[in-house]
């Protein structure tokens, strides 16, 4: 057994590696530069993350998303491999103790934010670092053709500057011909061994179908198969109104948004994932990271907004081979709505300068200045004071984020955090003395074990009880001791935060991000009518239509899409899936009647008796004399 393989089974708990795995290591591990592009579940943070084991030195990985670096980090951590992420997040001064914990803590992993990357103080400390590779993930956000396209991944390039010698391995689950030219050219990837896996999943089932009622169709769907399933919503109201509706007919589901904390995203994922719930309600903030292979059911309720989006979010399905189902409902409105909804999401570059502008004078910042503090933003308010509708806003700012102009963190957290940081002659003084500032201090010592090494949640409403004051007087002391760089206070906020990133020049920044937005609103329209097309073609198989688009050429038809399958446009269940919860219910209730079976599916009774005919005839299952089933052992 060769090293790498060492690796995998003591890590990754698996004995052999999944085509093209091994051949993507053995092209990094001779120091290749390496594109990959393979779908959703193929395992791709592997074939960086191991190589990376084999080697000294750091492994950086780019990555866009604070929430996806955050699980990746979790997952290697839990497999005993020492990794920190940098976002924007973080102030200069945590970012200072992150690099001294790098360069002394033996970590393996460093993940960074492609917009925390453009500091000219993160480029220093980067070309300071040994780094074995640079793992770009999500690179097709480079290209302007790109469904995600972010700016700052534009000035990844310098990295080849601080570190030309070392190669590179770039991911993608998505990217068309042109952004994987793109890609190639903006990276200057040398030579680059290109591993592309096909996007065809023949043990995936897509139906497209036309109905009147989402709703009950849905619910039917879900009633009709008692395993891991994810409802995907196109919006946040709807997520907690699907599983609300789910929970009504007697059907576990929790729900995930973005607005969501961190705590209920992690607590909602868990639920999922541990199978408390086995139905996910969820807008496209929920995806990226998953690893859960036994999903067996995809719903969309809404049209996607491309279908790079489509295709990764049904990605999520059978993973581990086994037979999965992709259906999404629609009716007539739904295209009314995509229309809508993507209209409201369409901001011009002239509102993003309004709204700039607005921002710096709602935190009264002036021209040439950059307060670097991390505001909270309550974004109701600012539209109400500015009569801007909620949704102009949202974008605006968004788009203000991903042209690396601010940083707009929309989490936020029920409970505030605190680390000491402090321990020299300074701290040992502000605890001696008999000020306000030395008894909190105290208290936090004493009662919060581990404060030096890590973050610890408390409760400042705690703390004021023990010193006879108000929860708000202990916020300014923690404030204080903060800004005497004592400790870091991380206070809960039920808001957004904001931190401007560039000094407030607002012409200028208007022409730096103006034809970026108008290439971006232009790419949407165009990705939205690619996918309604694709929705509304009832001739010709979904598997051929989908791969066409990404150039990949099917054979033959599929044999298992609705339009093979040429079902009729109201719901069709599978005979299969049917079947299945058949047996599943006699397996907990065995002998039962007709009626007692169709009480239980919700579904219509002679399409019940057709399948119970069926399994009889097969032996799968049995009748006895008072004419109820049960199953044949």
């Known amino acids: 057994m060769n090293k790498a393989t060492q690796l995998l089974e003591k ?23 390496v594109f990959v592009l393979l779908p959703t579940g193929a395992g791709k943070s592997l074939c960086y993350q191991l190589p990376a084991l084999l080697n000294d030195g750091i492994c950086l990985v780019i990555s866009p998303l604070i929430a996806l670096m955050e699980d990746q980090v979790k997952s290697l951590e839990e497999k005993g491999i020492k990794a920190l992420a940098l976002s924007s997040k973080l102030n200069r001064h945590e970012t200072i103790i992150a690099f001294d914990n790098l360069e ?6 460093l993940y960074v934010s492609p917009e925390k990357l ?29 469904h995600d396209f972010r700016p ?20 993608t689950a998505t990217a068309t011909a042109a952004v994987q030219k793109d890609v190639v050219e903006n990276l200057q990837l040398h030579d680059a061994k290109v591993f592309k896996g096909s996007y065809y999943r023949n043990n995936l ?11 009950q169709g849905l619910v039917k769907l879900v009633k009709s198969i008692d ?73 969309h309720t809404h049209l996607p907004n491309s279908i790079e989006n489509y295709i990764q979010e049904i990605g999520r399905a059978g993973r581990d081979d086994k037979k999965a189902w992709a259906y999404l409902l629609y009716n007539d409105n739904s295209f009314y709505e995509s229309d809508r909804l993507i209209e409201k999401s369409i901001v011009s570059p002239e509102d993003c300068k309004v709204i700039f502008t607005k921002l710096n004078d709602y935190y009264q910042i002036g021209m040439g200045e950059v307060n670097e503090h991390l505001f909270d933003f309550d974004m109701q308010e600012f539209s109400s004071r500015y009569h801007f509708t909620y949704n102009k806003v949202y974008y605006a700012l968004n788009h203000l984020h991903n042209e690396n102009i601010i940083f707009l963190d929309q989490g936020f957290s029920k409970n505030s955090r605190i680390r000491v940081i402090d321990q020299s002659d300074n701290l040992y003084h502000a605890q ?84 970026h937005i108008k290439n971006r609103n232009n790419s949407k329209l165009k990705k939205a009518s690619v996918l309604k097309d694709m929705l509304k073609n009832d001739l010709i198989c979904r598997q051929i239509l989908l791969l066409d688009y990404f150039s ?54 002679k399409l019940i008796i057709k399948t119970l005919e069926i399994l009889v005839e097969k032996k799968s299952i049995d009748l006895d004399l008072q004419n109820k089933f049960y199953l044949n052992k």
Not at 17 to 25: C, L
Not at 205 to 215: A, D, L, Q, V
Not at 246 to 251: A, G, K, P, S
Not at 553 to 573: A, F, I
């Open 11 to 33: 890590h990754w708990g698996f004995s052999t590696f999944r085509a093209p795995q091994e051949e993507i290591i053995n092209a990094v591990l001779a120091n290749q530069d």
């Open 104 to 109: 002394h803590g033996n970590y393996k992993f």
């Open 118 to 146: 453009q500091s000219e103080f993160i480029q220093e400390k980067i070309g300071q670092l040994h780094l074995n590779l640079i793992a770009i993930d999500e690179v097709h956000c480079i290209s302007q053709w790109g």
């Open 152 to 171: 700052a991944y534009l000035k990844i390039p310098l990295l080849t500057a601080l570190h030309p010698h070392t190669p590179k391995i770039v991911l």
């Open 205 to 215: 089932c897509i139906r497209i179908h036309k109905t009147e009622n989402i709703r």
């Open 227 to 299: 395993e891991p399933s994810i409802i995907y919503v196109g919006s946040r109201k709807n997520a907690i109104y699907y599983a609300q509706l789910l929970e009504h007919n007697n059907i576990k589901a929790t729900y995930y948004h973005g607005g969501l904390s961190h705590e209920e995203k992690s607590k909602s994922f868990q639920l999922w994932k541990s199978e408390s719930c086995k139905v996910m309600v969820a807008t496209n903030a929920f995806g990226m990271g998953i690893d859960k292979s036994n999903v067996r059911l995809i719903i």
């Open 432 to 515: 001696r003395s008999n000020s306000d500032a030395s008894q909190v201090l105290q208290i936090l010592l004493r009662s919060y074990g581990g404060i030096h090494d890590q973050f610890i949640t408390i409760n400042e409403k705690f703390i004021a009880q023990k010193l006879n004051k108000t929860k708000q007087e202990i916020s300014q002391i923690l404030n204080r001791l903060e800004t005497d760089q004592v400790l870091i206070y991380k206070k809960a906020s039920n808001h957004m935060t904001i931190k401007f990133l560039v000094p407030r020049e607002d012409n200028f920044i208007y022409h730096s991000i103006s034809d």
């Open 552 to 605: 990949e050429n099917l054979s033959e038809p599929c044999g298992q899409c609705d339009v093979c399958l040429k079902s009729k446009p109201e719901l069709k269940l599978d005979q299969e899936i049917i079947s299945k919860s058949i047996i599943d219910i006699l397996g907990h209730h065995n002998n039962l009647s007709i009626n007692e079976i169709s009480e239980y599916l919700k579904l219509d009774k």
